[in-house]
């Protein structure tokens, strides 16, 4: 494969937050191994690692190898970058099923398999720190780096000098030189040459390439990414209902396709940069069309088709789109027929529901009782006439009247019923 300029493509996609000097220069030359950290302290990683994910893809794309390490060593520690207490530390048994749950997330993104030159690895830095004991370590690592050196990294000062700051445990305070071996070790066994990151890992890294360099007598390079930001100040990768994840158990794909759906003018025009494989070309003409136009969203509907088909799939990407139209644009009762059970749920996630057992609907519910007596979605009788006379009432989107029973027929997934009045009032039967 034809090498391409890795820098330069960070570079136009907003990427590239600290590069180490010649770092360009390296990886034209040939085809260099490099790497970025993964914490394996959860089952699937979410959408805050995507950045990095992308990074390693669009390294891999450029003709160079990835690597992509799961600390399940430092995972062991707690990483005191970025934050402000010590988190908690997991057992091996853990750690090795979150692994395998994130060597299949980033399959999605990566090359494991082609047996091209380039081909991504998967690492974990536990196979390596096990067996290493604490005075092997201290008289052959940690000789080579001065408390001096360790004290001035930003993230050792700011838990040490930060407003009621606990300060730090040795434990915590020993992670970068953990981090650091990891860069040695990958530079003689796998000879990787360059560790990537977050703009908060730079000190980290760099006490990789110093022991590179007093250790192995060899040059490690650096780069790092800006950390991403919402325009209006909120932290990327969160919504109402915490972490948006990659797992579709966790975060389903429509729940998934809405936040990209949702993202601002302003960081669709950065998003779509950083999270697609979309060039540059395609992307400028996308955003100038998108201004020309602001009210179709073009940039927002093509930041999360191309997302969601990514991490999911085009299949479930499509589902999101039916969903979305379900619940904002014009649909049928045999749309609302063909969603799953989970789906359904998503998009009326907090819509009031009642029980009414199958057997009344089997016998055919009667639309007055369902609207009232049933379930209480309308006060009475007397209001549940009013609305239906009004035209105002349908089940599932299709208008009813006065004299309509609901029966199996009607059941979604053999168990809903959509209940509305006017365009946003809405009432979910459940049947039991």
Known sequence: MQLKNFVEELQWRGMVHDVMPETETHLMEQMRTAYIGFDP???????????????????????????????????????????????????????????????????????????????????????????????????????????????????????????????????????????????????????????????????????????????????????????????????????????????????????FYQYWLNTSDEDAEKYIKIFTFLDKDTIENLATAHKEAPHMRLLQKRLAQEVTTTVHSEEEYENAVKASEILFGKSSSEDLKALNEKTFLDIFEGVPQAEVSEKEIENGLDIIGALAEKTGFLKSNGEARRALKENSISVNREKVSEGYSITSNDLINGRFVLLQRGKKNYFIIKAI
Not at 92 to 102: A, M
Not at 247 to 254: F, G, H, V, W
Request: a neutral charge.
């Open 41 to 255: 302290t959860a089952d699937s990683l979410h959408i805050g690692n995507l950045v990095p994910i992308m990074i390693l893809s669009f390294y891999q794309r450029c003709g160079h190898k990835p690597i992509a390490l799961v600390g399940g060593a430092t995972g062991m520690i707690g990483d005191p970058s970025g934050k402000s207490s010590e988190r908690n530390l997991l057992d091996e048994k853990t750690l090795r099923h979150n692994q395998e749950c994130v060597r299949g997330q980033l399959s999605q993104f990566l090359d494991f398999s082609s047996g091209a030159a380039n081909q991504a690895e998967l690492v974990n830095n536990y196979d390596w720190m096990k067996e290493f004991s604490f005075l092997d370590f201290i008289r052959d690592v940690g000789k080579h780096i001065t408390v001096n050196y360790m004290m001035a990294k930003d993230s050792v000062k700011s838990r040490l000098t930060g407003d009621g700051a606990d300060g730090m445990s040795f434990t915590e305070f020993t992670y970068q030189m953990v981090q650091g071996y990891d860069f040695l070790h990958l530079y003689k066994e796998k000879d990787v040459t360059l560790q990537m990151g977050g703009s908060d890992q730079w000190g980290n890294i760099t006490t990789g390439t110093e022991l590179v360099r007093r250790i192995a007598g060899g040059k490690g390079y650096a780069l790092t990414c800006p950390l991403i930001t919402k325009s209006d100040g909120s932290k990327f990768g969160k919504s109402e209902g915490g972490n948006v994840w990659l797992d579709a158990n966790r975060t389903s794909p429509y729940k």
